[in-house]
Every structure is written in structure tokens, then in C-alpha cells.
């Protein structure tokens, strides 16, 4: 299922893309789509069945806000330098275990939002993700199998960066991941049954209509059932928190100087196999 919300930021209601590509309305059968329902298996069957159905209400799309596809986010635990590529064009060495850090739920707007380019900034960057999203509580858990079983679905996160701010300023990489509007997310949840491999997407993102990220999950050097396992250590995990599992090359890092950098203007434009298309416009703080 391809699970979203729309409407208002802050009164978004639950939606689904049926599979004719005709937004639904879920709001007669679910409150919204959160951890809550993604780990209630017979909430979650009412939806299937409604879908399913084809009786659900039908939404007119022209001129509606998609929102974040998920709602009151606990937490966005992120995977830094995950990709070979990545980790090849920053001339970082692979990193023995997950490199972990965090950006706050605040940070999360809809997938065609706009982006706010941090006052003082002069290297605002852009990086394509697929955002984890969990829906089973996952505590040490023993395989990667066994972690692909709690993970309720998949997204596109980007993981917008203020590299000045994380590398420069001291202390750890969270001052430059947590900017005001930094984790566009969506448009759509689309659950795990649906998507099939994770490590067999692509991923894509432009710049001013320029191509700049093409790359692959198969490029991952932690696999996303390793990484839920990994993370599963050090924290509990529960519905509703979501993972963004690191980029591709293919950064305004990477590239030679004068790097790249957004400015207020400049679109960004992101895709993942399967999972649906982010467009943004940056403006200044």
C-alpha cells in the first residue's frame, strides 16, 4: 500500500494511492497513519480491505498539500557514510561499524515543502535517502532477517545538511543536521510487502533540473536489515520511528571547488524506485 497524508500542515488526514494512481480517503476508516496503526495488524487489515474494496472516497488532488506520510515520528536515527560511492568522494575510509547520529522529528515537512536555507550559511547540501520506518518494537534483535520483520515500510527522506555547521563548528555532526525544514519526507509510506528488496533500489536526485545523485541500495555497506539490527542495540525502537540509511555519492561535498552549494532559488528535485518523486525550493532562513 502507498500510505499518505494531505491537507494543511499540522491537520493533515490519512490518504492512499490506490493502484490506478486515484487518491482515497482514509479518514472514515483510520484516525491517521502513525506508529499506532502501523503496529496494529488488524487496523492495518481494515485499511487493505477498505483499499481493496474500491469504495473508499475519492480526493480531488488539484491544489492539495501532501504532508510527511507519517505523524508524530518518535524518533530519526540516521546512518552516516553508508554508501562505498559516498565514502570513495569525501575520501573517508568505509567505517568498521554504523556511523549513528540523530535529527530531531521537527525537522520532518512534506515532501514538496519548502526547504529554509540556515542564516550564515555557505554550505547548505543535499543528500537522497530511503527512510526505515518501523512498526514493530525491535529490541536486540538477533539477525537481519529477524529486523526486516519489524520494519512496517519505506520512504523518501531527504536529508538535507549544513556541512560548515557539522564538520566545522565542533562537537558532533547534529548542529548541521537539525536546521529548520532539513528531513523532507514522503510523499509516500509505502509498506514493506510492496517494496520487496531494499537493496535493489535506485536512487536519484537533481539539482536545477541536473542530475547529481544516481546510485543504488546495493552500494550500502550496512544493509538495511543490518542496520535495524545494529541500531536495535544501543536503543529501543518503535513504531513510528524512522531510520534514514545514509546517501549515495554525488554531494556538493564531493564535488571539485567551488563546490556546489544550495542558495535560496535553487530547486532540488529525488526519487527512489517505487517510492515516489520530492521536488523542493530553497529560500533563505
Not at 547520529?101 to 529554509?116: C, E, I, N, R, S
Not at 540556515?118 to 518501523?134: C, F, G, H, N, Q
Not at 546510485?215 to 538495511?224: D, K, L, S
Not at 540509511?245 to 532559488?265: F, N, Q
Request: charge should be negative; charged fraction near 25%; glycine fraction near 10%.
Amino acid at each position: 500500500m502507498k500510505l499518505l497524508r494531505v491537507g494543511t500542515a499540522g491537520t493533515e488526514t490519512p490518504a492512499l494511492l490506490d493502484a490506478d494512481g486515484v487518491l482515497r480517503d482514509l479518514s472514515g476508516v483510520v484516525e491517521d497513519i502513525d506508529g499506532t496503526l502501523l503496529a496494529d495488524d488488524t487496523a492495518l487489515g481494515r485499511v487493505r480491505a477498505a483499499a481493496e474494496s474500491g469504495e473508499l472516497p475519492e480526493l480531488d488532488a488539484t491544489g492539495l498539500r501532501v504532508g510527511p506520510p507519517l505523524a508524530r515520528i518518535g524518533k530519526i536515527v540516521c546512518i552516516g557514510l553508508n554508501y562505498h560511492d559516498h565514502a570513495r568522494e569525501t575520501g573517508a575510509e568505509p567505517p568498521a561499524e554504523p556511523v549513528i547520529f540523530f535529527k530531531a522529528a521537527d525537522t520532518v515537512v512534506g515532501p514538496y515543502d519548502t526547504v529554509l536555507v540556515p542564516r550564515k550559511s555557505e554550505k547548505t547540501d543535499w543528500e537522497v535517502e530511503l527512510a526505515v520506518v518501523i512498526g514493530r518494537t525491535a529490541r536486540y534483535l538477533g539477525s537481519a532477517e529477524e529486523a526486516l520483520a519489524h520494519v512496517a515500510g519505506y520512504a523518501i527522506s531527504h536529508d538535507v545538511s549544513e556541512r560548515e555547521f557539522q564538520i566545522e563548528r565542533g562537537g558532533t555532526w547534529d548542529k548541521g543536521k537539525n536546521c529548520e525544514t532539513f528531513n523532507p519526507l514522503g510523499p509516500w509510506l509505502v509498506t514493506a510487502d510492496e517494496v520487496g528488496d531494499p537493496q535493489d533500489l535506485a536512487l536519484k536526485l537533481w539539482v536545477n533540473g541536473e542530475l547529481k545523485q544516481n546510485g543504488t541500495t546495493a552500494e550500502q555497506i550496512f544493509p538495511v536489515g543490518e542496520v535495524v539490527r545494529y541500531v536495535s542495540q544501543f536503543m529501543t525502537l518503535y513504531p513510528g520511528d524512522v531510520i534514514n540509511t545514509g546517501t549515495p555519492a554525488g554531494v556538493a561535498m564531493g564535488e571539485p571547488e567551488p563546490k556546489p552549494y544550495l542558495r535560496a532559488g535553487d530547486v532540488t528535485e529525488l526519487e527512489i524506485s517505487g517510492l515516489g518523486r520530492q521536488r523542493q525550493e530553497f529560500k533563505d532562513a
